[in-house]
Structures are given as structure tokens and as C-alpha cells.
């Protein structure tokens, strides 16, 4: 309630949009707890703010709308988790020749106030509502949220304030909040994901008006709990020789999300471009009159593309049928500086693609910071998963505002590919190949057939005739089966690495994650600066954050490993 209590919001810095989900048609459901005075304050107006504001912790913002916290959009495309995470594991491009300039402490400002004086706000305003009217389903929702946003958190910054960022009980602001270390508060959050599901499993005086998520399933808030712990304990498994016990005993309990339609997500109906924006922000960016903001990853696109991947015309759609400097294809100097140039010698003795990728597939190298050509109505922008744009058939259009489903699009925050992923981390832990093959090949298979599923729908006038066929996906299966068959360990870990950033398209919380707990994968296309400084391992401080609270000091630099992460640099710079 960020407006009833500026205090405590000037204290941590240091809207509600009316959104539906699967389950929820009617737009006029929720409103702004920031609007009213406390004695108008309703537990129903705190979660949607709270649930709303959740999902742009991870999705940032597509047209800074003044009733959100997303103020700027910095150098970082949006904002959220997700694309910094994209930006770092290749999976969308980071304009950065090194990584000490990527990002600043001034790019974070607005996930930090988002997270304290949003999320964190709303839920301690909303707690004592909640508790007097025994709301205790409000309670459980916003406990499993506080627990996921603090989580992410650390993942991203390491030791953040949290027993101190927000007293709502006193009524007093703390302007000084010290910083809890990321252990204490990776175990605060399993605590309170405990709470979660004992507040699921009772008798609540009254649902929420509006679950965004799973529409008052309280099973289902269940298995995403005890999903998010098992996440939680796979990702501590190096710091914790308990964790994988843990892990496995929810594993042999079966409650934790294993059918897709089981996904925590959340479902953009791109009911309106503008105060409130409801579309899909990277739609929003990328699907503009003047074209793309936003630059595909050469390196996933190649991967995609050498592979047959089934999923590729999903997730990319191409404004021109030809690259400049492809092979067979004269250069543009105007359109893409790099065709004439010759590829770092890095990338020549890697083998690495360099500028161009054929079959009109146009986007950037890892690292290219060049400026801005006139280019936005003929690169590759996303497709129609997971963002509400077009299917790729070969039309090689330009796009616009209206195009594809106009950004009716979904945001994955736990998926059942994405467990099976994690159980085949697991097995490769323990050394059981077969299960770790096994768990792969399910993950690849739901992924592909979510991606269907959800996209089928969303084609309108395109020519489905370009839409893999069972064959197409069982031969992609198949071949799959054998790179990993026949892969020496290492070779094993980079498959199933490669498989996850895939699968895991506009979700680049859990790749960044997943790729500095193992180091894999190895085939990541290095930075086109030869030297870029090391990988980053967590964020500045947000520069605000630093200024206003005496109890934060800035780090020396973004090599400093989150507590979970004792596992060294990741291989590719």
C-alpha cells in the first residue's frame, strides 16, 4: 500500500493492472489498494496488487506506465529478472562488449522498489487484514509469494534486508534496514512456504475474489509450494549436503507439479495497449509501428536451427527471408555493420557463428554493443510463444502493434518441464544416467507439446502447413536420444544445459541459475570481446538502495557468488 505508507517506502527503496489468468475473464476484478486510505483497505485490492506486481518482478514493463514501479527501463530492455537472466545465458542478446559496463547500479533501481516498496509493502499491509478476518487462503498466496520473491532476490543480489526492510507492525519506517544473509533467508523462505501450505489446506473464512494463478485450487498452490522447495533444495545441493535428501522426499511424496496443466503461470489477455498495458511486455517492446527494440540471440537461434528444433517458428518470426552476409548474401553495412566485418579470432578457433545465421534468421553475436541501424522491421522479433506474436510460415512480414494475438502471451514461473529438468539434474548428480536420460527426453517432450498446445490456438490467418508434424517431433526426439547416448559426460551435462535454456524461452531466471550452479552448458557463444572481465556472478546494488541506506555498501563488483553458488566461474566469458 504504497501510498498509505510512504514511510516505509522511502525506507527500503535504498497498480495494480487489471490481468486475467486461464481461469479469470472479467477485467474489472481488481483495483488499486494505493488509491485508498486505510480505512478503505481490503485484503481482495492488496493480493491482486500483490499477484500483479509479482509477475513484473520477473517481466518488467513495456511501456512505463505511471502507476507501476517500473520507472525507467535503464539499458535493460523492460526490466525484470527474466531478461537479465536472457541477457547473460544468450538466450535473448546482452549489448555489452564487457561485462563491468553491462549492467549498473542505476538498472536495478526499479526491481529493488518493485520488490520492497511493491510486494513486500502490499503483504505486510495486507497481513493483519488477512489474520483478523481469518483470510487465511490471502495468507497462504502471499506467503508462497514472499517466499518466491525473496528467493529470487538473493539469487540475484545475495544478501539482501529482509527482517528489517518492512515493520509494519511498528508503524515506525526503518531507513537503515541491514541486509540478512542470502542462507538465512533461503531457510525464512522455506519456512514460510511451510506456512503456505498449512494456510492452503484450511478452512478459510472467504477465497480470494481473484487467483491470477490457480483460481482457488488450493491442491494445486500445494504442488507449486512444494515445487518451489524442491527448486529451493536443488539449489542450495552445494552448500547443503542435507538438500538433496529433501529434495528427494518431496520427489517420493508425488505432491509437486508434474502435468503441464498443473503450470504456475501467468496469462497476459493483451486487452489494452496502455494504462493499463495487459499485453505480454516483450511483445509491447518488440511489436511496435517502428518494429523490434529487441535483438534474437544468434547463438539459441543457430542451436534451434541446426537441430530442427520443432519449436523454432514458435519462438522466432522473421521480417526478411535473407541475413546480410549469410552465405550467398551480400552484406549491408547499413543494416548490419558486422557483415563486413571478419569474426573475432575467438570465434574462428571456437567455431562460433559470427553476425549472419542463414535462412534469415537476424539477430546479434554475445556482447555486440554496436548502435542502433535502421533494422527494427527486419530482424527477428519473438514469435507467438510465449508472447502473443506471429507464427513464423514463411511470410516474412513486417510486424506491428496489432499483429498475432497482439500480446496474449504467458509467463512461466514453475512448469513441469521445468521439474523434469530438475530431476535430471538430480540423476546426473548421483550418477544414474538411464533416469537422467529419461527425465530429459520427458522435460524436451512437454515443452514441445506446451509450446503447441498453447500456440494452435493463437495461429489465426498464418498456414499451419508449417507446423512440425509427429514426425518432425519424434525424429527430433530420436536424435536427441543419440546425441545423448553417445556424449561423454560432459557432453551429457551441455545436452541437457542446452535443452533447458531452450525449453525455458522467456523464462531467464532459472537458465541463469542453472548455469552457475553447474557451469554447463560449455557451448555457450562466448562474448565478442576477447577479454570481458568475469562472468557476472550478481548484481550491483541498485545505485538508490546505496544512497539512501547506510547499512548497504556497494560491491567492489559483480563477481561476488551468491552463498548457493560455490561452484567457481561459468565456463564461457
Request: glycine share 8%.
Given at each position: 500500500?504504497?501510498?498509505i ?28 489498494p ?17 499477484q500483479?506486481?509479482?509477475?513484473r ?17 535503464g ?32 538498472d ?29 487462503h ?11 520473491l ?7 543480489f545475495g ?72 527448486k ?26 508434474t502435468?503441464t ?16 498495458d495487459?499485453?505480454?511486455p516483450?511483445f ?33 518470426y ?16 547499413e ?5 563486413l ?33 535502421p ?5 527477428t ?22 499483429s ?5 502471451g ?22 544414474n544416467?538411464?533416469a ?8 524436451v ?10 500456440s ?5 490467418s ?46 531467464g ?21 576477447p ?5 557476472i556472478?550478481?548484481?550491483?546494488y ?9 547499512n548497504i555498501?556497494?560491491?567492489?563488483n ?7 553458488d560455490?561452484?567457481?566461474v561459468?565456463?564461457?566469458?
Open positions: 500500500m504504497r501510498n505508507n510512504k514511510y516505509i517506502a522511502i525506507a527500503v527503496l535504498g497498480t495494480t493492472l487489471a490481468m486475467v489468468s486461464c481461469e479469470t475473464t472479467e477485467l474489472d476484478l481488481t483495483a488499486n494505493n488509491a485508498l486510505t486505510p480505512d478503505q483497505a481490503n485484503p481482495d485490492f492488496f493480493l491482486s496488487s500483490i500483479e506486481d509479482f509477475i518482478q520477473f517481466e518488467g514493463d513495456a511501456d512505463f506506465d505511471a502507476n507501476d514501479n517500473w520507472a525507467s527501463g539499458n535493460t530492455t523492460g526490466d525484470g529478472f527474466n531478461e537479465l537472466g536472457m541477457e547473460l545465458t544468450r538466450i535473448v542478446n546482452l549489448s555489452g562488449r564487457n561485462y563491468l559496463s553491462a549492467y549498473q547500479g542505476s536495478m533501481n526499479d526491481e529493488w522498489a518493485n520488490a520492497y516498496q511493491g510486494i513486500l509493502n502490499d503483504i505486510r499491509q495486507m497481513q493483519p487484514l488477512a489474520e483478523e478476518a481469518e483470510l487465511t490471502h495468507l497462504g498466496i502471499a506467503q508462497f509469494i514472499e517466499a518466491f525473496m528467493v529470487s532476490m538473493v539469487d540475484f544478501d539482501v534486508p529482509y527482517t528489517e526492510a518492512i515493520q509494519a507492525e511498528s508503524g515506525e519506517p526503518n531507513f537503515n534496514p541491514a541486509v540478512d544473509s542470502g542462507e538465512s533467508i533461503y531457510a525464512a523462505s522455506l519456512a514460510l512456504l511451510n506456512q503456505a501450505i498449512a494456510n492452503f489446506a484450511s478452512d478459510a473464512a472467504s477465497d480470494p475474489v481473484v487467483d491470477f494463478y490457480y483460481g482457488n485450487d488450493y491442491d494445486l498452490w500445494t504442488k507449486a509450494a512444494n515445487t518451489l522447495k524442491m529451493i533444495y536443488l539449489q542450495t545441493r552445494l552448500v547443503d549436503g542435507s538438500a538433496l535428501s529433501a529434495f528427494d522426499a518431496i520427489v517420493a511424496s508425488g505432491n509437486y507439479i502435468d496443466s498443473e503450470d504456475m503461470l501467468w496469462e497476459w489477455p493483451a486487452s489494452s495497449a496502455t494504462q493499463p495487459t499485453r505480454h516483450r509491447g517492446i518488440n511489436y511496435q509501428d517502428a518494429g523490434a527494440n529487441e535483438y534474437m540471440s544468434n547463438w539459441l537461434m543457430n542451436l534451434m536451427d541446426t537441430s530442427d528444433d520443432p519449436r523454432i517458428r514458435y519462438y522466432f522473421r521480417q526478411n527471408n535473407a541475413t546480410p552476409g549469410a552465405p550467398g548474401i551480400d552484406p549491408d553495412e543494416t548490419l555493420t558486422c557483415s566485418n571478419t569474426p573475432p579470432a575467438h570465434y574462428v578457433n571456437g567455431g562460433f557463428t559470427f553476425c549472419s545465421l542463414p535462412n534469415g534468421y537476424w539477430g546479434r553475436d554475445h556482447g555486440d554493443a554496436d548502435g542502433i541501424p533494422d527494427g522491421l527486419l530482424r522479433v519473438y514469435g507467438v510463444y510465449p508472447v502473443g506474436g506471429l507464427f513464423d510460415d514463411d511470410t516474412f512480414a513486417e510486424t506491428g502493434p496489432n498475432g494475438t497482439g500480446g496474449n504467458i509467463s512461466n514461473l514453475l512448469t513441469a518441464f521445468g521439474v523434469d529438468f530438475m530431476l535430471a539434474e538430480r540423476a546426473m548428480v548421483a550418477g544416467v538411464p537422467a536420460q529419461t527425465a530429459l527426453i520427458n522435460a517432450t512437454k515443452s514441445i507439446e506446451k509450446v503447441l498446445a498453447f494452435t490456438p493463437r495461429l489465426g498464418a498456414d499451419a502447413s508449417f507446423a512440425p508434424s509427429a514426425g518432425d517431433i519424434s525424429g527430433f526426439i530420436n536424435e536427441l536420444t543419440i546425441a545423448f547416448d553417445e556424449a561423454d559426460n560432459n557432453g551429457k551435462w551441455d545436452i541437457i544445459g542446452e535443452q533447458y535454456f531452450v525449453a525455458h524461452f522467456g523464462n531466471v532459472e537458465p541463469y541459475n542453472f548455469y552457475r550452479r553447474t557451469n554447463f552448458p560449455t557451448t555457450l557463444q562466448p562474448n565478442l570481446e577479454n570481458p572481465d568475469v562472468f556472478q550478481s548484481m550491483y541498485p545505485t538508490d538502495a546505496v544512497n539512501n541506506n547506510s555498501t556497494q560491491k567492489a559483480q563477481q561476488q557468488p551468491v552463498f548457493w560455490d561452484n567457481g561459468p565456463p564461457a566469458n
